[in-house]
């Protein structure tokens, strides 16, 4: 597990920053240092939309023990405005009610507990929008 100071030097994590390449334009989430479209190494950071719809999603009935007690949960691939596609936890909605096409919106949220110590670790889930 990551120690709470790692991940957050994230800015992506915390913040939706993606690099676009300056060369090519191709947006990157995560971040990357070679474009894979024109071998460029020269980036600017962009901040991503909130707003998108689902893409694919799947429903977790034995999840890990840090989500133990959120199963069933709906896991998916949103797909935001402007193309970029990441996976987020899909939440305040039954996961029987969750659909392809379904726009939702990115909340900054407590995503779990790490370690003993309590260490609370903080990311994105999808919301109905």
Do not use: W
Request: glycine letters at 10%; a positive charge; aromatic letters at 8%.
């Amino acid at each position: 597990m990551p120690s709470a100071n790692y991940t957050r030097e994230i800015p992506q994590r915390y913040r939706l920053e993606a690099s676009r390449c300056v060369k090519c334009g191709q947006v990157h989430y995560p971040p990357r240092l070679i474009c894979p479209g024109c071998r460029s190494r020269q980036f600017e950071t962009v901040a991503l939309p909130s707003g998108g719809k689902v893409v694919t999603y799947t429903i977790i009935s034995v999840g890990p023990s840090d989500f133990a007690a959120e199963v069933p949960y709906a896991l998916g691939i949103v797909e935001l405005e402007g193309g970029v596609r990441l996976m987020a936890q899909i939440v305040d909605v039954p996961p029987e009610k969750v659909s392809i096409g379904m726009p939702v919106t990115l909340e900054f949220r407590k995503l779990y507990e790490e370690g003993k110590a309590g260490i609370i670790c903080y990311g994105h889930k999808a919301v109905p929008a």
